[in-house]
């Protein structure tokens, strides 16, 4: 038969008290509204006569054609590996 064994009280871990802020509520009776306002505000005018700091889709283009690549990468690896498999008779 098996035995019976108490098993000793769960210790807890000590952790330091941690005094809450109090942030004093806020004045404005609507802030929805000026968060909203602030968020829909239009940017500051780029000034034209530095082109090559405000150069158009140079980051985004390389972006989508490093996802592109990585993606066409990963594809050929999975269809040769299948390949592989269904050739050589074998087995995963």
Known sequence: MFGYQELPEPTRSVRPKVEWVNFPASTDPDPW???????????????????????PGGT??????????????VTTTAVAIVAYLLLTNSHI
Do not use: C, Q
């Open 60 to 73: 985004a283009m390389m972006t989508s054609v490093a996802i592109a690549l990585r993606g066409f990468l």
């Open 33 to 55: 509204t000026a968060l909203l306002r602030e968020a829909n505000r239009l940017p500051p005018v780029v000034p034209r006569d530095d082109y090559r700091e405000t150069k």
